[in-house]
């Protein structure tokens, strides 16, 4: 088990429910990847990330999915992409990654707490 962190710690990470609108190809990628753009309503909008997820998900079957996402670390450049959020998912063997997300529909911008 890794080190553990304080309740206080864990309140700062903020996890958002968000809807994936917009999925790309991402070449430019050393590792397969998409590149995603997700709503996560009003509040806080739309923002861009780039997933290593093309093993079990198309491009297509992507849109319209709610998913969890970090949304306040900083921007990080990824290769010639600018990441705005993290999206969350299981990893399995071979970095074969299943995103976490919501049962139910809900509203986008949720927090996960």
Do not use: H
Not at 55 to 74: C, H, M, S
Not at 82 to 98: A, H, R, T
């Amino acid at each position: 088990m890794e080190e553990k962190i304080s309740w206080s710690d864990f309140e700062k990470v903020e996890m958002r429910v968000g809807t994936i609108v917009k999925v790309n190809d991402f070449p430019e990628a050393r590792k397969p990847a998409y590149q995603l753009t997700i709503d996560f309503g009003n509040e806080i909008g739309l923002k861009k990330t780039s997933a290593q997820i093309t093993k079990r998900y198309t491009k297509e079957e992507l849109i319209g999915k709610q998913i969890v996402a970090v949304v306040n670390f900083p921007r990080k450049q990824i290769g010639t992409f600018m990441s705005e959020c993290l999206v969350l998912g299981s990893v399995g063997e071979d970095n074969d990654i299943v995103l976490l997300t919501s049962d139910m529909k809900v509203e986008n911008g949720l927090r996960i707490g």
